[in-house]
Structure formats: C-alpha cells, structure tokens
C-alpha cells in the first residue's frame, strides 16, 4: 500500500489500483449498487488509482465509478482508454467497435469525462490496439500526445495484453505508462523485459491480470485462463504452484496477488475487484505477506519461468 511515483510522471499512487471491469453488469453480472459500494470502499481503504475504459460494460463501468467518485476526486489518479467506440442506435443498443484515429480519440475521450462526471483524467491507455499498430501510433498516439502537451491529460498509455505491443510501442512511441495484463503473474513472467526496458526509460509499469482470468484463483476443471478455457497443461502447472503454496500454508489466490508486488520496478498492480469485501480481503493479504521460502521453492522448482503469451482483452 505504500505510494510511488508513476515512472517520469509527477503523478502519485498506492500500489494497489482498483480495475473497474467487474463494476459491470455485462459480463459479471453485477449491480449498481454493489458496484458503487466496491469502489467507494476502495477510497475508503486508502486506494488511490483507479482503471476504467468504455469497453468495461459498454459504459457502466465509467458511470459506476463516476458515481463512487463524486465529490472525492481530490488525490485519486484516474485512468481510462480509447481505441473503442461505443455506438447507441435508436433503440438504445450500445456496440463497441475499434477506431484509433485522431477524432475518435477525442469523442472517445469526451465521452469518458460525461460518464465519469470529471472534467479530466490522468491517464489515458490505447486499448488493444494489436491488430492496428499503424493507425494507433499515427492516430491515437500522436492526439494523446498533443492533449498531454496541452495539459487536457496528465499521461498517456498503452493497455495490452501482449508483450510484442508493448515493445513495439515503447520503440516507436512516447509514453508515460505501459498497463500489460497477464504477462507477469505466477503463470507467465514473459514481460520482464518490458518491465526492465520501461525502468530504464522512466515508464511505469502497470500489471494487471493477475489471476489470468481465474486459472490462478481456483485451478480447478472449467477454469479459464487468459479469457478462454484453461488447457490441461496450463491447468497442471496451476495446480502443481498451488501445492507448493499449500506446503507453506498459502492460498494460492494469495500468492498470485502479492507475486507480481515483488518486483521493483512494477510500479501500480491492478486488480479487479467486484464486491467490497475483496477489497479488504486483497489488503489483508498484501499486509500479511508471503514467506520468502515459497518463492524460493517455486523457483526452485522451474515453475517461475514460462513465456506463454495468450489470449486477447
């Protein structure tokens, strides 16, 4: 919990940061009221960065945090993205679909600010942007960089799921922040050297994806892992780290949580949370700690090196 600055920025965080996708009805199913209460105990508990994007619910993320922020704006670094348009037809159907040029940015953007009732935001990530590099960096970037000149936003960002993207992006772009979900957990450290490249830069790293979609939070048959079902293999590996936590009597979701906090230069940890008492659940286990033992004996046994790189947010 304690706070850090994020990377060359002059923004300030604990880190523990609120992801707001579980806020959501779409998805998971989850009620307004509960959604608000989660992110207003994540203030309540000391939290200071809060990740949100259009994407999430199609809009009901934005608009729960907004509620939960109302009137406690003061000292929270808020973060959204822009990448995907969300069109209301007459009926009221809401479909997001991928637009990375300059104008869409700004609509995109503008959109985000009226859901979220600030009148600005921190951060702001390019979501995705995978299967259009191009039109991101010639696009989305290059607008982010000229409302972070103007002063409308304080960094700007990249969201990704993918390690490639990620180096791709701090090679040709200038950023502030890299958010990568699911790259450095128990499962896959394949972003270390994104992480390294982002230290020696001055960029913060932002981890999200902790449990990589579930498979390390309850390895058991069904389990899905990086936004698809788990593969036997995937599934063995869990299970074969939850035993050597087990031996050091450890939950397993415990571990996963507080592992990527080891690392230095991982400036925030996102973390989705859906109901207020994970939020204090997720504070206890990072104030309890992990024998430094358990990761001795997971390394030990080659099960902290993998380079896997699934899956698509």
């Given at each position: 919990m304690e706070e850090v600055v994020l990377g060359r920025t002059a923004l300030r965080a604990r880190r523990l940061g609120l992801g707001t996708a579980p806020l959501a009805s779409v998805y998971w199913e989850n009620v307004e009221a509960t959604a608000v209460s989660t992110a207003r105990r994540a203030l309540d508990a000391g939290l200071t960065f809060f990740d949100t994007a259009p994407f999430y619910g199609l809009g009901e993320s934005e608009s729960r945090l907004g509620a939960a922020l109302a009137g406690r704006r003061d000292g929270v670094v808020l973060a959204t993205k822009v990448g995907r348009l969300l069109d209301v037809s007459a009926d009221g159907h809401v479909e997001a679909r991928f637009d990375f040029s300059a104008d869409a940015v700004r609509r995109s953007l503008e959109s985000s600010l009226s859901r979220l009732g600030v009148d600005r935001v921190d951060i702001v990530h390019i979501h995705d942007p995978e299967d259009h590099i191009d039109e991101a960096i010639d696009g989305a970037h290059r607008a982010l960089i000229d409302l972070r000149a103007q002063g409308v936003i304080g960094a700007v960002s990249l969201g990704t799921n993918f390690v490639q993207t990620a180096e791709t992006f701090l090679d040709r772009g200038d950023l502030d922040c890299v958010l990568v979900a699911g790259r450095y957990t128990l499962l896959d450290q394949s972003a270390a050297p994104v992480i390294r490249q982002c230290a020696t830069r001055g960029v913060a790293y932002l981890a999200a994806g902790v449990f990589n979609s579930g498979v390390l939070a309850r390895p058991a048959e069904g389990a899905w892992y990086d936004y698809a079902p788990a593969s036997a293999s995937v599934l063995d590996r869990a299970r074969r780290i939850e035993q050597v936590c087990q031996s050091h009597g450890v939950a397993l979701r415990a571990a996963a949580l507080s592992f990527p906090?080891?690392?230095?230069?991982?400036?925030?940890?996102?973390?989705?949370?859906?109901?207020?008492?994970?939020?204090?659940?997720?504070?206890?286990?990072?104030?309890?700690?992990?024998?430094?033992?358990?990761?001795?004996?997971?390394?030990?046994?080659?099960?902290?090196?993998t380079t896997t790189e699934e899956g698509s947010e």
């Open positions: 906090f080891m690392h230095p230069d991982v400036s925030v940890v996102i973390v989705g949370m859906a109901r207020p008492p994970e939020v204090d659940e997720n504070i206890e286990v990072l104030r309890a700690g992990i024998p430094d033992d358990l990761w001795s004996e997971l390394a030990g046994q080659g099960l902290l090196a």
